[in-house]
């Protein structure tokens, strides 16, 4: 399937609001692609279907991801549910056999320890689209830009506080990751 079916299979599945989102997640990973010299067809693809099962009903989800031990614990979290369910359907739906991009795919929204590139620029992507105005962001895309690690520690801190503000769950992954990411530096 090439890009062009792919972002009309996502057009046809989201709303108007998710697929703009989409597709500003598609022009900020194919930026730090070039930034980064990585590929830039597996990051559109990673990009378009990062937010596939974004909208699905949360019992479908549930069931797609019930043997991932990542999600127990956390089977009421669609923030979390959405991308391993997207990971997962995609040989199935679209015939991608591609293990970097089902990664990038599962892991956008928690992140993980030794991140590829592709999980990195899918992560923060994510985050810093267009699309996204929230109190920092502006910094956040800055740092990104400067260097990929220092966008997502930025960002990742955030998170944490944001959450930690509104008592909500913060999954281990995330932690980790960001452990990991400030031992590299």
């Known amino acids: 399937m090439d890009i062009k079916e792919i972002r009309e299979k996502v057009k046809n599945k989201l709303s108007l609001k998710r697929y703009k989102h989409t597709l500003g997640v598609e022009k900020i990973a194919v930026i730090l692609a070039k930034r980064n010299n990585y590929d830039e067809k597996k990051v559109r693809i990673a990009a378009l279907l990062h937010d596939y099962m974004k909208e699905e009903k949360i019992d479908k ?15 009421k979290l669609i923030e979390i549910l959405h991308g391993f369910a997207a990971g ?12 970097e991009i089902e990664e990038a795919i599962k892991y956008h929204t928690i992140g993980k320890e030794n991140m590829s590139i592709l999980d990195k620029i899918i992560y923060i992507s994510d985050a810093i689209e267009e699309g996204r105005n929230y109190p920092g962001v502006d910094i956040i895309r800055k740092k990104t830009y400067e260097n990929i690690d220092e966008g997502i520690i930025e960002e990742v801190k955030r998170k944490i506080n944001y959450l930690n503000a509104r008592n909500g769950v913060i999954h ?12 590299r530096r």
């Open 88 to 99: 997962i359907i995609l040989s199935k739906e679209f015939k991608i056999k591609d293990i």
């Open 61 to 75: 989800l549930k069931e797609i991801c019930k043997d991932i031990k990542e999600v127990k614990g956390y089977e």
């Open 172 to 183: 281990e992954n995330t932690l980790k990751m960001l452990k990991d990411l400030e031992k």
